[in-house]
């Protein structure tokens, strides 16, 4: 009887052993056990557009007008007084300009009054105040960067040469001081209008176009009769020259300095005006 009810224990204790399974513990709450599906890496072989800005092209001058209105570029040749001699290096002598001038063409009794125009665009650069010998005057500087170098022009500009002493007898050259600093890393063309009728309206500093006007053909400064004394020179960029004058008692030692400076010492390399015609209409 006790065997009995030993066995039947045992066997109590198995069948409720199986039928209810004890729990295993998870490792913390929250876990969760479902895996994690990370993103498939894609790859491609196409390049990436990388926008490049396009080089700007430079708008270059390259135009060039007559300086007289009722004249055309192929016309100025006719009308030509006295042409271009070359100076003697430090001297003061030769013709440094052009001068243009007429009686009764067209429909005109005289060139006495005739508007003076602009050749090429740039800068007023000196304004001259009736002062000996260019009278009235303007200068209007153009740096050569500017120009489109496929002008034809271009070609037949000087070379950089030394600059000289001036010859002993012009005695207010030999010393003096610029009131403006050059740039001698770049270069300008300049072109000198002389004798014009009236002082110009236009100032240091303004910028002109090509054929604007600027003046009136006139009589002014060291002139027997009306004409346009035109000039072109190559030099260093930046010349502001605030007056210049030269063979009269009044001149300041700095417009003489000025005028040397300009005209006699080869700084500024004068050549004949017509190149810039020669080639144009």
Known sequence: ?????????????????????????????????????LPTPTWTNEPTAIMIPPTPIPEYINQICSPLD????????????Q??????????????????????????????????????????VTVLNDR???????????????????????????????TVMPDPKMGHCQSGELSFLLNDQEESLYIFYG???????LKVGDYVGCGQPIGEVGNTGDSSNPHL?????IG????????????????????RYNYCVWRVTNLFQVFDAMILFSSSD
Not at 239 to 255: D, P
């Open 1 to 37: 009887m006790k065997r009995n009810l030993k066995y039947f224990c045992i066997l109590g204790f198995l069948i409720s052993a199986c039928a209810s399974p004890a729990t295993i513990p998870t490792e913390s709450a929250g876990i969760q056990n479902e895996p994690v599906i």
């Open 70 to 81: 009722g004249d055309s570029i192929s016309e100025l040749a006719e009308i030509i007084t």
């Open 83 to 124: 042409p271009f001699k070359a100076p003697r290096p430090g001297h003061d002598d030769g013709h440094h300009g052009v001068d243009f001038a007429y009686f009764r063409r067209k429909d005109r009794l005289s060139i006495d009054g005739v508007a003076v125009l602009a050749a090429m665009e740039g800068t007023v």
């Open 132 to 162: 000996w010998p260019y009278g009235n005057a303007v200068i209007i500087e153009t740096p050569l960067k500017a120009i489109d170098p496929e002008m034809p022009f271009i070609l037949d500009f000087p070379e950089r040469e030394p």
């Open 195 to 201: 004798h014009l009728k009236y002082p110009t309206n």
């Open 229 to 233: 004394h035109l000039e072109t020179r």
């Open 236 to 255: 260093p960029s930046g010349a502001r020259f605030e007056s210049m004058a030269y063979y009269i008692v009044e001149a300041t030692a700095s417009e």
